[in-house]
C-alpha cells in the first residue's frame, strides 16, 4: 500500500501534537557496565546554542544584538558564575526552532527530514525505529509549517551543544563522580564531530577560567578545582595550553578596556591582583600536567605575553608571589600546631609541590619562620619593616671638611649620651628549646641556619651584657673570672653556641678596646704627649684584663690574641679605625715617654718599658721590623759613635787585652742602657769590619795581609762578636784574586801542583780567611782557565780529522786550504771507527791534568759484598775465603768540557768514541791506561754514563757483527773461544752484560735471517736442508716466526716441503705422529695447523693417484692401478679412509675387486683387511 506525501505528512502532523509521545530525555543514561545495570538520571536543562566562533553562521550574526555583553563580562566572581552567565548569554540567542525542540536526539534524529519520502515512511514503519519514523514525522511536520532547512537543524544543535556542557558542569560539579562521562555522552546526543567537541569543550574550560581570575582573592582549593576541571572535559596538555592562551587575551582585553596600563603597575590594584593570580593558575596548570620544560616554556610564554608582553622570567616572578602567602600561612599554621604534633615535613612537601615553591624558595622561607618564632619564644614582636625617615637635606652636599667633622662628632655625642638600654630580662621561655628543636627538625633546617637566627634574635642582648661585663672588669670592678662568668650565663640564657659567640666576642673585645684607643688618638692628635703615654698605658691594661677573661674561656683562637683583635687592615679590627700616620704617631710618642735621662744626660730603657712597647706594637698593628727602625734611629746614632770609636783604636796597631776589654765594655754599656737587640748590633757592625778588611787590603804589599794585620782583623772580630763564618763572604771578595793568583803560580808550567805547593797553598787560605767553599771555587776557577786551551786543541784536531775543508769551513767560517797534520797528510778521515790522525797523546795530557790535580771528586754512595782470600794462620794450613763489605764510589766531574762550553756536545761524543776506538784497537804498551781512562775522559767532557754506554755498545755493535758473521760462516755456531772473545770485547768497551748479550742475540738473529732467505729463495730446498736449519735454530734459541722473521706461510711451506717425500715414499705413516709433532712444533706451528697442511697434502695427492688408477683401468693396465691403489691406502690411511672421493659405481666397484684379487701373499690377514676396509670407504663401494 502507497501512502500520498500529504496523508503522511498529516499522519506526521498530528502525532506531533501529542508532547510526551516526542519527548525523549537525554539526561537518562546508562554510565555504569552493562552487569551493574546502573543508572544515574541527569537533570533536563532546557540548553540553548551558544553563538562560537566556529559555529556562528552570518545570519545568527545579523540578528543578534549589538548590545549584548561579553560571557566573560557576565562572569562575576568563580568559575561556576561564569558558566552560569555563559549559559544566560547563549539563551539569548536560540533560534525557534530549538525553543520549540529541547531533545537535542530529537533535533538530529529531524535531519532525516531532508531524505525523500519513501525512505522515512519506509523508517516510520518498523517496529524498531518506531521513535525515529515518529521524530521525522514531526520535524516534516514543523518544516513544513515553519519552513526551515536540514542545515538550520544541524546548526542550531551544534550552537547548543556549548550550553550543555556547561550546564552540566554547573550540575554535577566539577568534582561530581560521572561527570567526565556524563559531557562525553553530549558528543553523540548533538551528533557533534569530536574536533569540534574538543574545541567546545576547550571553550567552555576559558570561560570557567576567566570566572576565577575574575575573583582577585586566590585560594589553593582552586588549584584542584582547575585539576577536576580538566579531568571532566577531558582535555589533554596542548588544549588546556590553548584554553590558557585564550583566557589570557579575552581577560586581558576586558580588563583593560576601564584600568589603564599604568594603574595595573600597582602591584595592590584589584586587577592587577587578578592578572597575577591568572599567572599562578596556569603555570599550576601547566606544572601539575608534567608538561616537558620546552612545551612549559612555549605555552607559558604565550600567556605571558597575552597579558600585557610580560616576560618570562617577570610572569613567573609574578607567579610566585601569588604562591608564597599561601606557604607562608602554611608555616604559620605549623608554628601554632608544632604542640599538637599533626604536621610534619611531608605535609610542608606537599604544599610546595602543589604551590610550585622550590627547594631555595622553601628554605629562605624556612629559616625566616624559624626566625619568628625564635623571637615570639623570647616573648618579642615580629619584626617590621621600618620606613626609611625622609631627610629633607639630605642631598644637600656638605661643602667643607670642617662640616663633615662636626657632623660626626655630633653624631658620636648623640649615641655617647644614649642611655644603654636594659635587656637582662629578655630571655628564652620556658620548653623554647624543645619548640625550637621541633620546628627545626619539621622545616628541616640545619644547625648553621638555627644557630645563625638566634644569634641574629639574641645577639644585640647578649651583647650588651657582654659590654658593660667587660667595661666592669677593665675598671676593676668584676675580676676576669667573674666577668667570664656572667658572660658564660647569659650565653645559655640565649642560647648562644660557641662558635657564634667567638665571632660576637671578638666584635665586643674590639670595641671595648676601640673605645681608649680613639679617645688616646685625640691627645696625639694634638702632641698632648703626657695623656697620650698614660692613656695608652690604660689601655695596655685593658688589653690584658680582656686576655685574662678570655683565657677563662679556654678558646684557642685567642691564643694569638692581638693577631685575633689588632689587625690594621681590617677596618672592624680595635686599631682598624687609626690610620697609619695616627698608630706610628701614637707610638712614637709613646716611645719617646719610655727613654729615660739620667742626671748625667744618658739615656737608658728599662725592661719593663721594652716590654710595654712589643705589647703596644701587637695593639697598633706595627710590626716587630717597624719598631727596630724606631729604636735603630732614636739610638743608632750612639752605637755607630761608640763602635766606630773601638775599631779605629784597634787597627792603630797594639792591641792588647786590657784595651780590647775597655772597648768591650763601652760598646756593652750602650747595648744594655738601650736594649738593644742582638741582629741591630751587628747590622752596625757588619760594615766597620768590612771597612776594615778592605782598608788592610789596600795597605798590604802583594795585597796579602800580613801576620799582625791579621792577628788585628782577629781582635776586631772579638770586639764586634762577629763569628769567622759571617765575615768569610767578604774575605773571598777581598782576598779570593790573591788566592787565585797563588793556584796559578804552583801550576806552573806543568800544570799540575806538586805536593810541595800544596802546604804553602793551605796556609796561604787561612791567612786570607777564605772558606773551604770558596777556596774550592778559586781553586777549580783557577784549573778551568788553565784547562780551557787544552779542550779547545783536543775538539779543533777532532774537527780537522774527520771533517772535510769545505765541512770545516762551514762550520767555523773560514777557508781551509790544503793543511796538513801531524802525520803529514791531508784531512781524508770520515765519521767512523778509524781516523788517521792521533791525538791520543794530547787526551792523555788532559786525563792526567785532571787527576793528578785532584779535580775528581769521589763519594761513597753504598757498599757491596766482595769475597777476599786470607792467608792460613799456621803454616801448613789452608788459605781461607772471606766476605766483606766495601764501599762502593761514584765520581763526580766539577769542571767538564761541555759545562765550560768550548765544546759541544756532538764533538764530545765524537772525541770519546775515538779514545775507545783507539784504546780498543791499540796494541802498544799504552792500550791498558787508555783502557783504564774511558770513563774518566767521558766524565771530563761531560758525557753521562748513558751515553758513554750507547757509544760503546755501537761500537761493540759493529764489532759483535763482524766477528760473530765471520765465526758463524766457517764454524756453523759459536764455540767457547768465540764466547771468551766477545766477553773481553763486552769489558773493553764498557758493555754491560745484559747489552752484551742481546747485541750477540740481535747478530745471530740477522745472521740466522739472512740464512733462511737464500735457502728459500734460492729454489726448492731439500727435506735435509729444511731439517738441518730448522734444527740448528732450534739449538740457538731462535723462534722461527718472532726472531727469524719467517711468516706463518713460509712456516707452512717448510713443513709441507719437509714431510712430503716422506709421505710419498711411505716413510711417514699414521703411526709416525711423534714424528710429524716434533715438526710441528720445532717450526712453532699449532696442532690445529699441522693437521691442516697434512690433510690439504693428502687430499691433493690423492686425487692425483685416483686419476692415476681410473685411467689406467680405462687402458687395461692393471697392475699398474693397483699400485697406485697401494698408495692410494696408504693416503687413506692419515684420514682413516675420507677421502672425500665421488667415484661412478661401476669404476669404484671395478677398482675394488681388482684390488681385492691382486697377490696378498705374504700379507698379514688382519691387515689386508684393514687395507680393504680403508679403499671401500674411499672409493665409496657399499657392502
Known amino acids: 500500500m502507497k501512502f500520498s506525501a500529504i496523508a503522511f505528512a498529516t499522519v506526521v502532523a498530528s502525532s ?53 555583553p561579553t560571557s566573560l563580562n557576565l562572569a562575576g566572581g568563580g568559575g561556576t558564575e561564569a558558566l552560569q552567565d555563559y549559559i544566560t548569554s547563549l539563551s539569548t540567542t536560540a533560534s525557534p526552532l530549538v525553543t520549540k525542540m529541547k531533545n537535542p536526539k530529537l533535533i538530529k534524529l529531524a535531519g ?69 562521562d556524563g559531557i562525553d555522552r553530549l558528543k553523540e546526543d548533538y551528533g557533534v564531530e569530536e574536533e569540534d567537541f574538543t574545541t567546545m569543550k576547550t571553550e567552555v574550560y576559558s570561560v570557567y577560567l576567566v570566572g576565577m581570575a575574575k575573583n582577585p582573592l586566590a585560594k589553593t582549593a582552586e588549584l584542584k578545582e582547575l585539576s577536576n576541571l580538566r579531568e571532566a572535559l577531558s582535555l589533554d596538555n596542548m588544549q588546556v595550553g590553548q584554553a590558557h592562551a585564550d583566557a589570557a587575551k579575552t581577560f586581558y582585553r576586558d580588563v583593560t578596556r ?144 670642617a662640616e663633615i667633622e662636626a657632623k660626626m662628632q655630633k653624631m658620636k655625642e648623640e649615641a655617647a649620651s644614649k642611655p644603654v638600654e636594659d635587656t637582662s630580662a629578655i630571655k628564652f621561655k620556658d620548653g623554647a628549646f624543645d619548640q625550637l628543636s621541633k620546628l627545626q627538625e619539621v622545616l628541616g633546617l640545619n644547625d ?42 647569659r650565653q645559655k640564657e640565649l642560647f648562644l653556641k660557641d662558635s657564634s659567640m667567638k665571632s660576637m666576642m671578638t666584635s665586643i673585645i674590639m670595641q ?84 729615660k735621662v739620667d742626671e748625667e744626660g ?118 764586634l762578636s762577629i763569628a769567622m763564618e759571617d765575615v768569610y763572604e767578604v774575605h773571598s771578595n777581598t782576598f779570593g784574586s790573591q788566592y787565585n793568583k797563588g793556584i796559578k803560580e804552583a801550576l806552573g808550567t806543568t800544570g799540575v801542583i806538586r805536593e810541595e805547593f800544596r802546604a804553602p797553598l793551605e796556609d796561604l787560605k787561612s791567612r786570607l780567611g777564605v772558606s773551604d767553599q770558596a777556596a774550592k771555587d778559586i781553586y777549580l776557577e783557577a784549573l778551568s782557565e788553565r784547562m780551557k786551551p787544552m779542550i779547545e786543541y783536543i775538539s779543533n784536531e777532532m774537527e780537522r780529522l774527520v771533517l772535510t775543508n769545505d765541512q770545516l769551513a762551514q762550520k767555523r767560517g773560514d777557508d781551509y786550504g790544503e793543511d796538513y797534520f801531524k ?64 764501599p762502593v764510589y761514584e765520581s763526580a766531574y766539577p769542571i767538564t768540557a761541555m759545562g765550560l762550553q768550548c765544546i759541544d756536545e756532538k764533538v764530545a761524543e765524537l772525541c770519546y768514541r775515538q779514545f775507545v776506538v783507539s784504546s780498543f784497537t791499540d796494541q802498544s804498551p799504552n792500550a791498558a791506561r787508555y783502557e783504564a781512562s774511558k770513563a774518566t775522559f767521558g766524565g771530563i767532557l761531560g758525557l753521562t754514563a748513558e751515553k758513554m754506554e750507547e757509544i760503546g755498545s755501537n761500537i761493540g755493535g759493529m764489532v759483535y757483527d763482524n766477528y760473530i758473521t765471520q765465526s758463524m760462516s766457517t ?90 717425500p716422506g709421505i710419498d715414499s711411505g716413510d711417514i705413516t699414521i703411526e709416525s705422529a711423534e714424528q710429524l709433532q716434533e715438526i710441528q712444533e720445532s717450526l712453532g706451528l699449532s696442532e690445529e695447523e699441522g693437521e691442516e697442511v697434512i690433510a690439504t697434502l693428502i687430499q691433493e695427492r690423492a686425487n692425483g693417484v685416483l686419476a692415476d688408477v681410473v685411467g689406467c683401468m680405462l687402458r687395461g693396465m692393471d697392475a699398474v692401478a693397483v699400485e697406485s691403489m697401494e698408495v692410494l691406502v696408504q693416503y687413506a690411511a692419515f684420514v682413516d679412509g675420507d677421502l672425500g672421493f665421488e667415484v661412478e659405481e661401476s669404476n669404484a666397484n671395478k677398482a675394488y675387486n681388482m684390488f681385492e684379487n691382486k697377490d696378498w701373499s705374504g700379507v698379514d690377514e688382519e691387515e689386508v683387511e684393514r687395507q680393504k676396509a680403508l679403499l671401500k670407504k674411499a672409493l665409496g663401494v657399499s657392502a
Open 971 to 1060: 764454524k756453523g755456531a759459536l764455540d767457547q773461544q768465540d764466547m771468551m772473545f766477545l766477553a773481553n770485547i763486552q769489558g773493553k768497551l764498557g758493555i754491560s752484560a745484559e747489552k752484551g748479550e742481546q747485541m750477540m742475540l740481535d747478530t745471530q738473529k740477522k745472521i740466522i735471517s739472512e740464512e733462511a732467505s737464500a735457502l728459500l729463495d734460492a729454489g726448492s730446498p731439500t727435506p735435509e736442508q729444511i731439517k738441518a736449519f730448522r734444527e740448528k735454530c732450534n739449538s740457538m734459541g731462535l723462534d722461527l716466526e718472532t726472531d727469524v722473521g719467517l711468516s706463518k706461510s713460509r712456516l707452512v711451506s717448510m713443513f709441507s716441503m719437509e714431510i712430503t
Open 16 to 68: 506531533a501534537s501529542t508532547a510526551s509521545a516526542f519527548t525523549v530525555s537525554p539526561g537518562v543514561v546508562n554510565l555504569s557496565p552493562a552487569s551493574t545495570q546502573r543508572t544515574v538520571a541527569f537533570p533536563t536543562t532546557a540548553t540553548q546554542p551558544r553563538s562560537s566562533r566556529a559555529f556562528i553562521s552570518s545570519r545568527n550574526v545579523a540578528s543578534s544584538s549589538s548590545s549584548s
Open 258 to 401: 576601564f584600568t589603564s596600563v599604568e594603574e595595573l603597575d600597582d602591584e595592590d590594584h584589584p586587577d592587577r591582583v587578578s592578572l597575577d593570580k591568572m599567572l599562578f593558575l596556569t603555570e599550576r596548570a601547566f606544572r601539575q600536567g608534567k608538561e616537558t620544560d620546552e612545551a612549559f616554556t612555549f605555552e607559558f610564554s604565550r600567556v605571558a605575553k597575552a597579558l600585557g608582553e610580560l616576560s618570562m622570567s617577570e610572569a613567573l616572578e609574578r607567579a610566585k608571589d601569588v604562591a608564597r602567602p599561601f606557604y607562608e600561612r602554611a608555616l604559620a599554621s605549623t608554628r601554632s600546631k608544632l604542640e599538637s604534633g599533626a604536621v610534619n615535613s611531608d605535609m610542608l612537601r606537599r604544599a610546595r609541590v602543589t604551590l610550585g615553591i622550590t627547594d631555595e624558595e622553601a628554605k629562605e622561607m624556612h629559616v625566616e619562620s624559624f626566625a619568628q618564632e625564635v623571637r615570639s619564644q623570647l616573648g618579642l614582636p615580629d619584626e617590621e619593616e621600618e620606613e626609611d625617615e625622609i631627610d629633607i637635606n639630605q642631598d644637600k652636599r656638605v661643602e667643607t671638611v
Open 512 to 595: 671595648s678596646l676601640g673605645k681608649p684607643l680613639e679617645k688616646v688618638n685625640t691627645f696625639a692628635r694634638v702632641n698632648n704627649a703626657a695623656a697620650t703615654y698614660d692613656g695608652l698605658i690604660d689601655a695596655i691594661a685593658a688589653k690584658e684584663t680582656c686576655k685574662d677573661v678570655l683565657k677563662e674561656a679556654g678558646w684557642s683562637e685567642f691564643e694569638d690574641f692581638e693577631k685575633a683583635c689588632f689587625d690594621p687592615f681590617d677596618k672592624a679590627s680595635a686599631c682598624g679605625f687609626l690610620t697609619n700616620m695616627d698608630r706610628h704617631n701614637m707610638y712614637q710618642i709613646f716611645f719617646q715617654r719610655s727613654v
Open 823 to 886: 802525520s803529514g797528510q791531508k784531512a781524508s778521515g770520515k765519521l767512523g771507527l778509524g781516523t788517521d790522525g792521533n791525538i791520543m797523546s794530547d787526551i792523555m795530557n788532559l786525563i792526567d791534568f785532571y787527576v793528578e790535580n785532584d779535580i775528581v771528586e769521589k763519594s761513597a754512595v753504598g757498599t757491596k759484598k766482595v769475597e777476599k782470600k786470607v792467608p792460613a794462620d799456621e803454616e801448613g794450613g789452608e788459605e781461607k775465603t772471606i766476605t766483606v763489605e766495601e
Open 112 to 180: 532525516v527530514a531532508a531524505v525523500p519520502l519513501s525512505y522515512a515512511l519506509g523508517a516510520a514503519m518498523t517496529p524498531s525505529r518506531r521513535l525515529a519514523a515518529r521524530a521525522v514525522g514531526g520535524v516534516v511536520a514543523a518544516v513544513t509549517a515553519g519552513g526551515v532547512g536540514k542545515n538550520a537543524v544541524e546548526e542550531d544543535v551544534r550552537r547548543s551543544c556549548p550550553s550543555a556542557i556547561a550546564s552540566r558542569l554547573v550540575e554535577l560539579g566539577v568534582d561530581g563522580d560521572f561527570v567526565s
Open 602 to 719: 744618658g739615656k737608658s730603657i728599662s725592661d719593663e718599658a721594652k716590654a710595654r712597647m712589643k705589647e703596644l706594637r701587637g695593639m697598633l698593628g706595627i710590626s716587630d721590623e717597624e719598631g727596630e727602625n724606631q729604636i735603630r734611629n732614636f739610638f743608632g746614632p750612639e752605637l755607630q759613635s761608640v763602635l766606630v770609636a773601638a775599631v779605629e783604636e784597634v787597627t792603630r796597631g797594639n792591641t792588647t787585652d786590657v784595651l780590647l776589654q775597655n772597648m768591650k765594655d763601652k760598646i756593652g754599656s750602650v747595648i744594655s742602657n738601650f736594649q738593644l737587640e742582638d741582629e741591630m748590633v751587628r747590622s752596625y757592625a757588619g760594615p766597620l769590619y768590612n771597612r776594615a778588611v778592605e782598608q788592610i787590603s789596600s795597605t798590604a804589599p802583594g795585597g796579602i795581609p800580613s801576620k799582625d794585620q791579621v792577628e788585628t782583623l782577629a781582635s776586631l772580630r772579638e770586639l
Open 448 to 489: 648553621e641556619d638555627a644557630d645563625y637566627e638566634v644569634a641574629a634574635a639574641t645577639e644585640r642582648y647578649w651583647r650588651n651584657t657582654a659590654l658593660q661585663t667587660l667595661d666592669d672588669a677593665i675598671a676593676g670592678t668584676k675580676d676576669p673570672a667573674k666577668a667570664w662568668g656572667i658572660i658564660q650565663s
